[in-house]
Structures are given as C-alpha cells and as structure tokens.
C-alpha cells in the first residue's frame, strides 16, 4: 500500500515562491513517473506537472516557465517548486504516480493560498 505525505504549502502573497515536498513509501519509488496535482474550491482535481524516471517533465500550460518538478529517487521525494505565483494557483496540492496508483493511495494533500 502505496502512503504519500505532502508537506510545503502556506500562504504566500502574489509574486510569491514555495517548494512542496511530496514523499512516498511501500513502492518502487524510482520506477514511477510521478505528478504533482492541485485541486481548487468547486473544481476538478487537475495535473500540473509530472516527471518520469528519467527527469522528462511535462506541465499544464498555466504553470509552465513558473513551476518546476524535481526528483530524489535515494529520498523517494518529489519536489515542485512554483515562482510567480498568482491567486489563480490557490489549491490544495497532492502528489501522486500518473496514473494514479490506486483511488485510495491520495495523501491529505498540503494548502496553497496566494493572497494580498
């Protein structure tokens, strides 16, 4: 049973910067393409980023040149680092493999609110 813990959130004015950390456990971790999703108030859950085992990336147009995803596989961490951050970026923020791995596997996810 896969266990994801995402840590890093906040509150961050609108030019802002955060680094969410994302660790993962009871998996190959290295093998996995894994992908940092977000999920606003009243809106579908959505993928921002992901990165496979080799370091290809891949983002959401919204975020691209501002986000970047990152990879420890001797941590079994995933890392997403967001510069430039707008309110529209305001969400809770979860880490997962694409696919997921299973329905239940979801962590509890960590808040990111961009405010003035």
């Known amino acids: 049973q896969v266990q994801l813990v995402e840590s890093g959130g906040g509150l961050v004015q609108p030019g802002g910067s955060l680094r969410l950390s994302c660790v993962a456990s009871?998996?190959?971790?290295?093998?996995?393409?894994m992908g940092w999703y977000r999920q606003a108030p009243g809106k579908q859950r959505e993928l921002v980023a992901s990165?496979?085992?080799?370091?290809?990336?891949n983002y959401v147009e919204s975020v691209k040149g501002r986000f970047t995803i990152s990879r420890d596989n001797t941590k079994n961490t995933v890392y997403l680092q967001m510069n430039s951050l707008k309110p529209e970026d305001t969400a809770v923020y979860y880490c997962?493999?694409?696919?997921?791995?299973?329905?239940?596997?979801w962590g509890q996810g960590t808040q990111v609110t961009v405010s003035s």
């Open positions: 997962n493999g694409v696919p997921v791995f299973s329905p239940s596997s």
């Open positions: 990165i496979t085992s080799v370091r290809v990336t």
């Open positions: 009871g998996t190959i971790f290295r093998f996995y393409v």
